[in-house]
């Protein structure tokens, strides 16, 4: 029996990001504070290159002290389930339980996935295989979807991946991945159903 293995992004697919929330934590507006910040800081957090603690004292170009465990706090406060995404989550959860389908994180996050963890238990419903300060690449990197499909023993076309950002997309569909521009949860259960993945509802 063939595999199917769903990829999901988690950030703004399957969780809100509370990233948006810190111009309004610092009172700055957002064009004023991505000028302050410091250019290439989160990117090497995302890849694991720095600790959290390395990573607040570069968020400012300018070295500029503030708030960390506020900030922390903040930013542990803003993750939530995206209206609907719980409920379908538990429905791919309960496929998975037949042993055709696995269910993965393919996601560019820092070492605070495991906040989003403590508070959301994604482990209910997926697997944290591909957080990129783990696996130290990130999306739209053409080489961690090849990383994904050797690690799983997967051909591509068994793989279906979502994501809220074409970009990311597009190089999982060069491999010949099947993929899916997040929307909102409805249009990824459409997506799903379509897929074969859940059973389409009855009437």
Partial sequence: MRRTIVLLDVMDTLVRDPFRDIP?????ESDTLWQLKHPDAWIRFEHGERSRDGFLD?????GRSFDHAAFESMI????????????LLAELAATQRTGALSVHALSNYPE???WIEDKLRLSRFLEWSFVSCLVG???PDPKLYEHVLRTLDAAPEDCLFVDDRQKNLDPAAALGMRTHLF??????RDALVAEG????PTA
């Fill in 24 to 28: 309004a934590f610092f009172g700055m």
């Fill in 137 to 139: 690449l990130r999306k």
């Fill in 197 to 200: 993945i859940l059973p389409a």
């Fill in 112 to 114: 605070w996935y495991v």
């Fill in 183 to 188: 929307q909102d949860a409805n249009g990824l």
């Fill in 76 to 87: 542990r406060d803003g993750y939530a389930f995206l209206p609907g995404i719980e409920r």
């Fill in 58 to 62: 570069e968020f400012f170009a300018d």
